[in-house]
């Protein structure tokens, strides 16, 4: 099946500074999801970017589908961006459509 | 728009009980999917459904657990008996359609002691 690699594993910002995360998957994908997870458990979707770049306030998403990589940068990180990013792909063969396939996270922790 | 809704948010049982879980989607959404988080497993997928048909329940662990979706607005992920290794935190999600932007609920943390 498709795998779903993230890096880096942990990530450790001090308030202020900027980071980029990487999502690589290994086979075609009907789309490309990021998720936050925060301290509190609660999984909030970021975006839904099978292609191309898109922005919401400081965070951005860029997804380029024919290399099979999308990397989320986040600036101005806040204490508030701590907790868990995943990816999550639906890979692109027939009958799995809705079958999110999550990657294992970057733990991000920005400290003031 | 109210998001997922999931009920209980804990709970807490004995081996061998029966725990059923529910979940009300968000009004309008087609897709309605199962999700169970653990440390050593992650998110893993249980099942899901379009229009209130199931479509995938391969990730379904065993017998023991049962889905169902008797109505656009109602779902419920039921595990009989239950045992300690089904500890985790059970996450409803639904899209507009299968392939859709998902939105999680808060989760129904589950304890089997």
């Known amino acids: 099946g498709i795998q779903v690699e993230q890096s880096p594993p942990d990530l450790i910002l001090q308030e202020g500074a900027n980071s980029t995360l990487r999502c690589n998957f290994s086979d075609s994908v009907n789309n490309l999801q990021w998720f936050h997870q925060n301290p509190w458990g609660q999984l909030i979707n970021l975006f839904y970017?099978?292609?191309g770049t898109k922005q919401n306030g400081r965070l951005s998403a860029t997804t380029v589908a024919t290399e099979r990589y999308s990397l989320l940068y986040i600036s101005s990180s806040q204490t508030t961006d701590s907790g868990v990013y995943f990816c999550?792909?639906?890979?692109?063969?027939?009958?799995?459509?809705?079958?999110?396939?999550f990657g294992k996270g970057t733990k991000l922790s920005v400290k003031p | 728009d109210a998001g997922v809704i999931q009920s209980p948010r804990h709970e807490v049982t004995e081996m061998g009980q029966e725990v059923t879980l529910r979940c009300k989607p968000i009004s309008g959404h087609n897709s309605l999917f199962w999700y169970r988080q653990t440390m050593m497993r992650g998110l893993e997928l249980l099942i899901y459904?379009?229009?209130?048909?199931?479509?995938?329940d391969s990730g379904m662990p065993e017998d023991r657990f049962s889905a169902k979706m008797p109505n656009a607005s109602f779902s419920t992920l039921k595990i009989q008996p239950s045992e300690p290794r089904d500890s985790a935190v059970y996450f409803c999600a639904s899209s507009l359609f299968s392939s859709g932007e998902l939105f999680f609920g808060e989760g129904s943390r589950l304890t089997v002691l």
């Open positions: 970017i099978p292609s």
């Open positions: 459904f379009n229009n209130n048909v199931p479509i995938d």
């Open positions: 999550a792909v639906d890979p692109n063969y027939g009958g799995s459509q809705g079958n999110l396939i």
